[in-house]
Every structure is written in C-alpha cells, then in structure tokens.
C-alpha cells in the first residue's frame, strides 16, 4: 500500500479518516502512528531514526502527515491513556506527571514532531494540520484526495465534509452501528471527545503551560478556541 496517513496519537485524524471513508477510500490509506502507537504495555522503545523513513517514505509512497498544537495532544494523550488504554498501562500519575513522563512525556512528542517537519520539508510527505481542518475542512480533504490521486467529484467532496462534523461522528459513536473498531467506545472512554483548538488551557495549571512552553518554544495566542471533530 503506497497511501499512508501518518500522526502523532490524538492528533484528530478520525475526523479525516471518517470523512474518507465516507468517500469509499478508507481501507485505501494506510493509516498509523509511525510506530508510537501507545497500544502496547510493554512500552517499546520509541524509534526517531530519520535515515529509515527516508527509506520507507520514498516513492512511491505518498504519505499524509497530520500536525496539531502539541499542547493539545499531550492533553488529550493523557485522557487515552488513562481511559481507553488503562488496561494497557494503568498508568496512575496525574497530567502533571503525563507530560513530564519519560515515556509519554512532552519530549517525545516535541521529537516525532521535529522528525515529520524535517521530511515534510524534503517533500517526502503532504503535511496538512488539525488547526487548517477547523479553518476549511473541505479543502484540506480535497487536498488530501488530490495528493493520493483518488478521484472525488466536488459534491461528494462537500457532503462528506458535512456528514464528518463533530456532532454527527460522536452521534454514530455512541449508536454502535460504526463498522470499524477505531469509532467505538472503549473501557467506557469515547474516542471523539472534545476536539478543540487550544483547550489545554482549560485543563492545565499555569506551571505546566509553562514547561511546555519550554519544550515547544513558547505559546500559540494566534490559536482560537473552537470544536471540531476526531480527537
């Protein structure tokens, strides 16, 4: 399979990944985590060799990378972890100590994220990002349609933009009637649960904002607050 769609865990790729399997193209696209899945309690060691995703990327690969506000994510990391996967980790810390874990921590993230920046700027990879989703979903999906080739009119394009909005995806969650397991609840945990742009703050203490502003170089002001689907 050449078509990979490729994030860091929470980055809100079911609202993508909902929308092109509304499109027919679902089980077209690799879609995975590069290896940081955080599914296994054996906590597999975490791989950033650059030098081998050049060689697993290059073409004919075409790889999607999804970007989100690492502040974000971490945050909502913390709230998988500790509730669809806490038969995996039963992890006992508090969010405080999440983000600071070596293991689940902060600087990770900051590496994969600076791993994916450097091949999306050799052009191995389209890099689209969850805060451009919430601006004009439509079109990142059909850029995403575009970059993989698949061809979409522009009215299934806009419907399936419409049908993948947060309040329809968390509504086919809780019915059950999903097929795939990756839009099912687990452990009692939903997999779409907030989906906004910027909530850490309403999460974090001030002194852990500041940690991971050192981490991450600094706030994002520009960022609104707002819902949007698939995290």
Same mark, same amino acid.
């Given at each position: 399979?050449?078509?990979?769609?490729?994030?860091?865990?929470?980055?809100?790729?079911?609202?993508? %990944? !909902?929308?092109?399997?509304?499109?027919?193209? &679902?089980?077209?696209? =690799? *879609?995975?985590? #590069?290896?940081?899945?955080?599914?296994?309690?054996?906590?597999?060691?975490?791989?950033?060799?650059?030098?081998?995703?050049?060689?697993?990327?290059?073409?004919?690969?075409?790889?999607?990378?999804?970007?989100?506000?690492?502040?974000?994510?971490?945050?909502?990391?913390?709230?998988?972890?500790?509730? %669809? !996967?806490?038969?995996?980790?039963?992890?006992? &810390?508090?969010?405080? =100590? *999440?983000?600071? #874990?070596?293991?689940?921590?902060?600087?990770?993230?900051?590496?994969?994220?600076?791993?994916?920046?450097?091949?999306?700027?050799?052009?191995?990879?389209?890099?689209?990002?969850?805060?451009?989703?919430?601006?004009?979903?439509?079109?990142?999906?059909?850029?995403?349609?575009?970059?993989?080739?698949?061809?979409?009119?522009?009215?299934?394009?806009?419907?399936?933009?419409?049908?993948?909005?947060?309040?329809?995806?968390?509504?086919?969650?809780?019915?059950?009637?999903?097929?795939?397991?990756?839009?099912?609840?687990?452990?009692?945990?939903?997999?779409?649960?907030?989906?906004?742009?910027?909530?850490?703050?309403?999460?974090?203490?001030?002194?852990?904002?500041?940690?991971?502003?050192?981490?991450?170089?600094?706030?994002?002001?520009?960022?609104?607050?707002?819902?949007?689907?698939?995290?």
């Amino acid at each position: 399979m050449h078509c990979h769609f490729v994030s860091y865990p929470k980055s809100g790729r079911s609202w993508v %990944r !909902f929308a092109l399997t509304m499109l027919g193209h &679902g089980h077209d696209i =690799a *879609f995975h985590h #590069d290896g940081f899945e955080f599914n296994d309690g054996n906590r597999p060691a975490h791989d950033f060799d650059i030098a081998v995703r050049r060689l697993q990327y290059a073409s004919p690969c075409r790889p999607v990378y999804l970007a989100r506000e690492p502040r974000d994510i971490i945050v909502s990391l913390y709230h998988q972890v500790t509730g %669809r !996967f806490r038969d995996f980790f039963n992890y006992q &810390g508090d969010i405080s =100590a *999440f983000i600071r #874990d070596d293991y689940f921590g902060a600087h990770n993230l900051q590496r994969f994220q600076q791993l994916w920046e450097q091949l999306c700027d050799e052009e191995l990879a389209l890099k689209i990002s969850y805060e451009e989703c919430h601006a004009d979903f439509e079109t990142v999906l059909r850029r995403v349609l575009d970059y993989y080739g698949f061809d979409c009119t522009a009215d299934a394009v806009s419907e399936a933009a419409r049908i993948s909005s947060f309040e329809n995806m968390q509504q086919v969650e809780r019915s059950g009637a999903f097929p795939e397991p990756w839009l099912r609840p687990r452990n009692g945990a939903p997999k779409v649960r907030k989906g906004k742009v910027g909530g850490y703050r309403e999460v974090l203490a001030d002194r852990d904002i500041a940690y991971l502003d050192t981490v991450f170089g600094g706030g994002q002001p520009g960022h609104r607050t707002g819902t949007g689907a698939g995290a």
